[in-house]
């Protein structure tokens, strides 16, 4: 983690602070930090794509009607949440369950946990909807993995963000007392 890191208690009360003074500069730092995070959510997709699959796919488009495949899926439902409260604020970077069942078409809401390995044991599926033949998925972790690696540029974005916002402050109150 780098050394110029700022620590959650202290963003909290920064976000706290900036949500008093001026909403518009509070829109702001959220953009920012949004910012931020959509390289890593785009990273995120491409992990999910790559995936190892046995079988060969001849393309991730969706017709009208049609679902996606599970990586398809995976990817099409990663997306990047922003909650302030007050408390502070919070980003998540996720795969949305709904997003995902949407797409695919499956109706078991958990199988990313399953693909991220968040749940103990493989699952088992039948092939092609055939039930007479079933088989045994392994997981496959991506999420975790892109965003831990990520971490650091993150926490780099988080210091600009900030640093950012205390200028654009320190602006506004010279225009406010020169």
């Given at each position: 983690m780098a050394d110029d890191a700022i620590k959650a208690e202290?963003?909290?009360?920064?976000?706290?602070?900036?949500?008093q003074i001026d909403p518009e500069l509070?829109?702001?730092l959220r953009k920012h930090l949004m910012s931020k995070v959509a390289p890593?959510?785009?990273e995120v997709r491409q992990a999910a794509l790559a995936i190892p699959s046995n079988r060969e796919v001849g393309g991730t488009r969706k017709k009208k009607?049609?679902?996606?495949?599970?990586?398809?899926?995976?990817?099409a439902a990663a997306k990047?949440?922003?909650?302030?409260?007050?408390r502070g604020?919070?980003?998540?970077?996720?795969i949305s369950k709904t997003r995902f069942?949407?797409?695919?078409?499956?109706?078991?809401?958990?199988?990313?946990?399953?693909?991220?390995g968040r749940r103990k044991r493989p699952w088992r599926h039948p092939v092609f909807g055939n039930k007479e033949v079933w088989v045994e998925q392994?997981?496959?972790?991506?999420?975790?993995?892109?965003?831990?690696?990520?971490?650091?540029?993150?926490?780099?974005?988080?210091?600009?963000?900030v640093e950012e916002t205390i200028q654009a402050l320190d602006t506004a109150m010279k225009t406010i007392n020169p």
């Open positions: 202290e963003f909290v009360k920064f976000y706290k602070a900036v949500s509070k829109k702001a890593i959510v785009e009607g049609q679902t996606l495949g599970l990586r398809a899926s995976l990817a990047a949440d922003f909650n302030g409260t007050g604020a919070v980003v998540h970077i996720r069942q949407a797409v695919s078409g499956k109706e078991n809401r958990s199988l990313p946990h399953y693909m991220e392994s997981s496959h972790p991506f999420l975790g993995v892109t965003v831990w690696k990520n971490q650091d540029k993150f926490i780099k974005g988080v210091s600009d963000s």
